[in-house]
């Protein structure tokens, strides 16, 4: 009975969440956001259920254990799950050989919660992984309804990890939500519903105006915006973790956002594209790297992000999901590079050879599924 329950109290938090949103007193929001997500917090943590926070807490820790792997307790075949979780273990240290540290989850459809290998804990920020978000975000705030601009600038955001395109989709969620700080929320909220606690939020991450490379793509782009060179936050710079990641591509894979996460999921499984902006050797990364190398055939629906060189915490990761045989599959990958790269390029880091081995290990298993 204890799941009804927790099912039924996250719909309660979630309505009272996007009444709040919908019609915002800034006191009483910023209180009602507080005590809801805590409420919820408490139910999923009372549960055991897999609820995430941007770092490690006594709960997580008891329900992964030392090894970092969750227990198994999902109606899948114990062997598939068995061997999954082998595999997954065996590409996280494949990936480690390469010079640095990963850590890695699987979520098969059905199952209700994933498998996890490494350090699952780790904070990193979500760098470009936070492209996704952000459309999802937009789309349910426009209720599916955007202009051809916004369309093109989250099919660039997402197949070209341009950040001018990611610049105006951020535009638009700020201006659908009414300012930065509802903006915020809105984006706190997409997480949350897949139960993701709020990101570790960052001392840069306010509103920033306008980079003067992004001048030409926004004036260009600018329909609907009163200024489309104002102040936009950087949704990048916030933290969460791998454990986190999993669970936004698992509500993406189990259709949590309805219209707008399968819209979403369509831009993701587009080819990958070089960037419009900045030079080649910003990124010598082949296009289909990581999960585009590990799945061909698979038409993989995935998102890289990766960044942190001038702070000296360098990491490159992607979310992806996956059809197989009929059932969704949700992944998440990280790779830290032992030595700090002088760039952001992928391309100068282990880190692509790195994911492709984690996602080529778990794809041996995973043809199981193509049978089903």
Same mark, same amino acid.
């Given at each position: 009975?204890?799941?009804?329950?927790?099912?039924?109290?996250?719909?309660?938090?979630?309505?009272?969440?996007?009444?709040?949103?919908?019609?915002?007193?800034?006191?009483?929001?910023?209180?009602?956001?507080?005590?809801?997500?805590?409420?919820?917090?408490?139910?999923?943590?009372?549960?055991?259920?897999?609820?995430?926070?941007?770092?490690?807490?006594?709960?997580?820790? !008891?329900?992964?254990?030392?090894?970092?792997?969750?227990?198994?307790?999902?109606?899948?075949? %114990?062997?598939?799950?068995?061997?999954l979780a082998g595999a997954l273990r065996d590409g996280v240290r494949l990936a480690d050989a390469e010079g640095g540290l990963a850590e890695a989850a699987v979520?098969?459809?059905?199952?209700?919660?994933?498998?996890?290998?490494?350090?699952?804990?780790?904070?990193?920020?979500?760098?470009?992984?936070?492209?996704?978000?952000?459309?999802?975000?937009?789309?349910?705030?426009?209720?599916?309804?955007?202009?051809?601009?916004?369309?093109?600038?989250?099919?660039?955001?997402?197949?070209?990890?341009?950040?001018?395109?990611?610049?105006?989709?951020? *535009?638009?969620?700020?201006?659908?939500?009414?300012?930065?700080?509802?903006?915020?929320?809105?984006?706190?909220?997409?997480?949350?519903?897949?139960?993701?606690?709020? $990101?570790?939020?960052?001392?840069?991450?306010?509103?920033?105006?306008?980079?003067?490379?992004?001048?030409?793509?926004?004036?260009?782009? !600018?329909?609907?915006?009163?200024?489309?060179?104002?102040?936009?936050?950087?949704?990048?710079?916030?933290?969460?973790?791998? %454990?986190?990641?999993?669970?936004?591509?698992?509500?993406? !894979?189990?259709?949590?956002?309805?219209?707008?996460?399968?819209?979403?999921?369509? *831009?993701?499984?587009?080819?990958?594209?070089?960037?419009?902006?900045?030079?080649?050797?910003?990124?010598?990364?082949?296009?289909?790297?990581?999960?585009?190398?590990?799945?061909?055939?698979?038409?993989?629906?995935?998102?890289?992000?990766?960044?942190?060189?001038?702070?000296?915490?360098?990491?490159?990761?992607?979310?992806?999901?996956?059809?197989?045989?009929?059932?969704?599959?949700?992944?998440?990958?990280?790779?830290? $590079?032992?030595?700090?790269?002088?760039?952001?390029?992928?391309?100068?880091? $282990?880190?692509?050879?790195?994911?492709?081995?984690?996602?080529?290990?778990?794809?041996?298993?995973?043809?199981?599924?193509?049978?089903?």
């Open positions: 009975m204890a799941e009804p329950r927790q099912r039924a109290a996250r719909r309660n938090v979630l309505s009272a969440l996007a009444r709040a949103r919908r019609e915002p007193e800034p006191a009483v929001l910023a209180l009602i956001v507080g005590v809801v997500f805590g409420v919820l917090l408490a139910v999923v943590v009372g549960n055991d259920k897999p609820s995430i926070a941007s770092g490690s807490s006594p709960a997580r820790a !008891a329900h992964h254990g030392s090894s970092g792997t969750a227990r198994p307790s999902a109606p899948a075949p %114990d062997h598939l799950r068995a061997r979520w098969v459809e059905g199952w209700s919660s994933p498998l996890e290998a490494g350090e699952v804990d780790q904070p990193s920020r979500l760098w470009s992984m936070s492209k996704p978000v952000t459309a999802v975000a937009t789309l349910q705030a426009a209720r599916n309804q955007v202009s051809p601009d916004v369309r093109r600038a989250m099919e660039d955001a997402i197949t070209r990890s341009d950040n001018c395109a990611q610049r105006r989709v951020i *535009l638009e969620l700020q201006r659908l939500d009414g300012g930065i700080a509802a903006a915020i929320r809105g984006f706190d909220l997409t997480l949350f519903e897949a139960g993701v606690a709020p $990101p570790r939020p960052a001392p840069e991450a306010g509103g920033i105006s306008s980079e003067p490379e992004c001048t030409a793509y926004l004036e260009a782009n !600018a329909a609907g915006l009163r200024d489309p060179l104002g102040p936009a936050l950087l949704l990048g710079v916030p933290e969460w973790n791998v %454990d986190g990641a999993v669970h936004f591509a698992h509500a993406l !894979a189990h259709r949590e956002y309805g219209q707008a996460g399968e819209e979403v999921l369509g *831009l993701m499984r587009l080819p990958k594209q070089r960037s419009l902006e900045g030079v080649p050797q910003d990124m010598t990364a082949p296009l289909e790297w990581g999960a585009g190398a590990a799945f061909p055939g698979w038409q993989p629906a995935y998102k890289g992000g990766w960044g942190g060189s001038r702070q000296g915490a360098y990491v490159a990761g992607q979310i992806v999901v996956l059809t197989v045989g009929g059932t969704r599959v949700a992944l998440a990958a990280m790779f830290h $590079p032992s030595t700090q790269p002088p760039s952001d390029n992928p391309g100068a880091t $282990p880190a692509p050879k790195a994911l492709a081995d984690i996602f080529a290990s778990v794809r041996r298993p995973l043809r199981a599924l193509q049978s089903r």
